[in-house]
């Protein structure tokens, strides 16, 4: 059987840097930063006390006033997503066959705003007997977002969501890939949402020395690569593709952004929260991926890494470049935007995705900001190029984006540029 082509044809993001793809990704190139104090809730008492939230988002623009309430706010965000990357596909649903379009949509934790707020109401007023919001778990469960989606555009084809932590939205992407490539669609809207800044999130993440504590300077914290890093910044927001197989594409002459070449997949096997300090899945999870497209480790420009500004995490990751690409690990520009989104979680796959495809298209590199060069860890090699600071121009022909998840659960996705 011969696999399909599947190409790129539609974007749509909302970010704590900009409510459409437009936007943040001009801030991305700038080096800004959408940390700074939460508003969400009091957080006055917390360790960490910023985030890297969605400013003024107004649901009422992508759904029913009436139906707002339905939603979490992390479903609230994938129909934004999802509704910017409808508009900009130019699908014409009145001729499509909505048989053979899908939706493959992640969350790492789904609707826990809405479980936080019902389960915390129950306590408060558990002596008037079991009180629940009739809409608590179609709005808490992860898989929510993808049934909204399907629900709004009549998508009747394959429809389900992936789960598997910070890797969620990036292995979507892969299962999307998978589902046209072998003709069972063609068209899949993949990508993923999370809304985890609320106090149990913020303060469970805390617990586990996860997050950044520096409050002094939010913009600052999230700071890959550095000796003083000291955490992940937590972020919000959602992301969506949509992937269509090729001859359909072209078809219906509809705009190609880059083409998805390949896919891996990994398991550390290792620890519960910590990748493997030398990089094991890390470096299977990327040789898998470029033995999927078929291609040689020098044929990748750009690597957009998990970097998530942890002690471990970041060490481990080079490490594995160093091992899959050798001495091509020096010609790559390698980068972690979450030093700016912060770390989007279940969305932060689909999110890096989007940077690749536009770093592709635009022929540069988003930047590494928040280096210093007294802040050197000695772990780590820094003859490596990662794009500190300020963003660079570069001949990119195929994009690799990293993301590993609590569990040991690694993906990889490979972008390439579009030639018939």
């Known amino acids: 059987m011969e ?23 001009e801030n991305i190139l700038a080096g800004k930063s959408g940390a700074g104090p939460i508003t969400l809730f009091d957080a006055s008492q917390f360790k960490t006390q910023f985030a890297c939230e969605v400013k003024d988002f107004d649901p009422t623009k992508y759904i029913e006033k009436k139906d707002v309430r339905k939603y979490d706010r992390y479903a609230q965000l994938a129909m934004a997503a999802a509704d910017e990357a409808m508009s900009d596909s130019k699908l014409d649903l009145e001729v499509e066959d909505c048989n053979r379009i899908g939706v493959v949509f992640a969350s790492g934790i789904g609707g826990i705003k809405t479980f936080e707020e019902e389960v915390s109401g129950y306590y408060l007023e558990k002596d008037k007997g079991p009180r629940f919001n009739p809409f608590f778990i179609p709005k808490m469960i992860s898989d929510i977002a993808a049934g909204h989606i399907a ?12 789960v598997s932590a910070c890797a969620s939205s ?19 809207f993949a990508g993923g949402a999370e809304a985890t800044i609320c106090p149990s999130s913020v303060g469970g993440f805390n617990a586990l020395h996860a997050l950044s504590t520096r409050n002094d300077s939010p913009e600052t914290a999230s700071r890959p690569f550095t000796a003083s890093r000291d955490g992940f910044v937590i972020g919000e927001g959602a992301a969506t593709l949509v992937l269509e ?3 359909h594409a072209i078809a219906r002459g509809a705009h190609i952004y880059a083409e998805v070449v390949g896919e891996g997949m990994s398991a550390d096997a290792y620890h519960m929260t910590a990748s493997h300090p030398d990089g094991l899945g890390a470096k299977l999870v990327m040789q898998n991926a470029l033995n999927d497209a078929n291609m040689q480790p020098e044929e990748i420009d750009y690597i957009n890494v998990h970097g998530t500004s942890t002690s471990v995490g970041d060490s481990s990751e080079v490490k594995a470049i160093q091992a899959v690409f050798g001495e091509h690990a020096y010609d790559l520009n390698i980068s972690s935007t979450k030093s700016m989104t912060g770390h989007l979680l279940g969305a932060t796959g689909a999110m890096e995705a989007i940077f690749c495809i536009l770093a592709i298209r635009d022929q540069i590199v988003p930047p590494t900001i928040n280096f210093t060069e007294d802040d050197k860890d000695p772990e780590i090699d820094y003859n490596l190029n990662f794009t500190f600071n300020k963003a660079q121009n570069k001949k990119i022909r195929a994009a690799l984006s990293n993301t590993f998840g609590f569990g040991g659960h690694n993906s990889s996705v490979i972008l390439k540029q579009f030639n018939k």
């Open 170 to 188: 990036t292995h979507a992407i892969g299962e999307a890939f998978n589902l046209i490539r072998l003709g069972k669609a063609n068209v899949i």
């Open 245 to 247: 197989e090729l001859d």
């Open 151 to 162: 629900i709004k555009y009549g998508f009747h084809g394959p429809n389900y969501a992936t």
């Open 3 to 25: 696999l399909k082509r599947v190409v790129v044809t539609g974007l749509g993001a909302i970010t704590p840097l900009g409510h459409d793809v437009a936007s943040t990704w």
